[in-house]
């Protein structure tokens, strides 16, 4: 994402976050002008649902998609602000934590507190499905080409053995650490 698109008060936001991060030694190299193109917008929810090529993981609540539903109706004005493959990637975020779950996130946020890339767009679901929405991927392209990444070879068939393969090789050298996330079941 260009500095031009980034709104001077995300800066000011993110600013203590950034000094803390390079203070601990983790980088955020990634956010905000990796020079990464975004990947193609996320898949319509019919394929999203209908696509998945692997099992949502014991103890895991899907989304119902009155929930997805609800949670996309009131988004955050710095969602509905962003272009349309940014706004994908986090409407795929909301519809499949079960994949994002297993991707790691390679722009440093796990100096944030992050675990995997579904950390970079949810920061919370509760019981009755409601979202509480992380700010921090309307910024940061390595986090929403993740996501998109993840959508597209999902949409295809892809396993999540090669989805994770396809992030680790494609964004583990940005420079920044990735979070530490479990690999997904065989």
């Not at 602000?81 to 909301?94: E, G, K, S």
């Not at 050298?173 to 065989?186: E, H, I, K, M, N």
Request: proline share 7%.
């Amino acid at each position: 994402m260009s500095a031009t698109r980034v709104p001077t008060r995300r800066l000011a936001a993110i600013a203590p976050v950034f000094l803390v991060a390079m203070a601990l030694g983790g980088g955020v190299a990634g956010c905000g002008g990796s020079g990464h193109t975004s990947a193609p917008a996320a898949p319509a929810m019919a394929d999203e649902g209908g696509a998945a090529a692997h099992e949502v993981p014991a103890g895991m609540v899907m989304p119902s998609q009155a929930q997805v539903d609800a949670a996309w109706a009131t988004r955050p004005a710095y969602v509905t602000a962003l272009p349309d493959d940014w706004q994908a990637a986090y409407h795929f975020a909301i519809a499949r934590p079960d994949v994002l779950q297993w991707l790691p996130c390679y722009c440093g946020c796990g100096g944030m507190g992050h675990g995997s890339n579904l950390d970079c767009f949810v920061a919370g679901r509760g019981d009755d499905g409601a979202i509480t929405w992380e700010e921090h991927a309307s910024y940061c392209d390595i986090c929403v080409d993740t996501a998109n990444l993840a959508a597209s070879m999902l949409g295809s068939g892809r396993s999540m053995g090669e989805i994770r393969g396809a992030v680790d090789a494609t964004f583990g050298g940005s420079g920044a650490p990735g979070t530490d996330t479990a690999l997904p079941p065989a």
